[in-house]
């Protein structure tokens, strides 16, 4: 199996760039399907997960072809309205399949994405709002039988969490229902506003996108669009806290540096010296981070996404932090796997106590999920000796090439296929 093997204590120095967001480019592929015709997006990452919602799309009829960052799909007058199990049974976010299949078809099967590595994650939210708007939605042997024969009816939805998922999936239904819509306490985040952006060009009518109520006026007049994916304020942030762990300095271009406000809030109170300019970012760090408290929350909070690097990264501060999970009760996996490198994490329910500790020592540890890897790696941009991170396949769903781009900010650090005897030569065990 492949692991990542990096060697600590380089500063990072230099310049990166990032591309389109997993979580906006996943929804807007399957967008596409409310309306047929060819469609582009540009600034298309090449991750695991693109490639598996690629095979699913495939599998419905849509041709799907990526090159050079750009995504061309054709997506057919008819097709396939059965998401396959095999193919959605490890993404999220196949659950979007069924707003924009019932609002078209009138009828869906998408197999019920089941819990994963962040907890239990239900989609009551995504059902109910359907349900308001004229679905009839039952579980069949763990898939989820969806019929509208009348098409879906425009309606008022009121959420009872912002949920970005459920925001996406009533948008793009409510786009194609017959009436007008709106979607109450809807969530704000930057890429829902860019689905809005993308359907907009495709002819939906919207207004409020952004903002806690989106207002919604049903068409049936919809045309293909071309359209260039936000850019990954994720992976932006990533860099950002690796090049901070570092006492280096980082630029980071294709980014948005408005879109990571608080983070980056979060990293200046942690000692960071931060510069923003239009679609870059430059992070400097301390010689030692300084302790920070932090809690995730829907945008414009802190985004649970970047929780676990900046908990590497407050790992070894100068001090105690303490950090309040709202968002997931499985968010914190990775913990274990920090202590094993020196790290003092205390937990309890949805909060961590870190005692910031002097220095991390390297060891093979395990990503449990794409950012856990991702704070693993910045953990061991500052470890002494060697960490090896197994779980790459976490990782590789949501950065195109991690290595590649840590390797040209100076990280020593590889991919490499382990066996036991590399294990022993590299730790002495
Ligand atoms: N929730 C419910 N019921 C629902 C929907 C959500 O209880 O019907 C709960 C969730 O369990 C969670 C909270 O509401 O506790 C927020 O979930 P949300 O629906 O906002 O998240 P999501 O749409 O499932 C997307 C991203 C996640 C990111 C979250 C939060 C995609 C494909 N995924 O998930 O990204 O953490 O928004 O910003 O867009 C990642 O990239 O590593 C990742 C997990």
Known sequence: MSEIVLEGG????????????????????????????????SNVPDIADVRALMEVMEHLGVRCDLADKE???????????????????????????LGPLLTRFGEAKVPLPGGDDLGARPVDMHLNGLRQMGAELELVHGVLVGRAPRGLEGTEVELPFPSVGATQNLMMAAVMARGDSAIINAAR????????????????????VGSPIIRIVGTRNLRPAAHRVMSDRIAAGTYAMAGAITGGEVTITGCEPAHLRMELTKLEAAGCEVERGEGWLRVAGPHRPEAVDFATLPYPGFHTDLHPQMVAVLSVATGTSVITENLYDGRFRYVGELARMGADIYTEWQHAIVRGVESLSGCPVMATDIRAGAALVIA?????????????????RGYADLVHDLSGLGARIRRQDMNNDDRTRLFGW
């Open 189 to 208: 985040e930057p890429e829902i506003e860019d689905l809005g952006v993308q359907l907009e060009k495709m002819g939906a009518r919207l207004s409020g």
């Open 71 to 97: 995504l061309a799909m054709v997506v057919p007058e008819r097709m396939s309205v059965e998401a396959p199990l095999e193919l959605v049974r490890s993404m999220r976010a196949s659950i979007l399949l």
């Open 10 to 41: 380089v500063p990072l120095r230099g310049s990166v760039g990032v591309l389109g967001a997993k979580n906006a480019v996943l929804q807007q592929m399957i967008s596409t399907l409310i309306c047929p015709g060819w469609h582009r997006l």
């Open 380 to 396: 061991g941009l500052v470890a002494d000796g060697v960490t090896s991170i197994g779980g790459v396949e976490h990782i590789d």
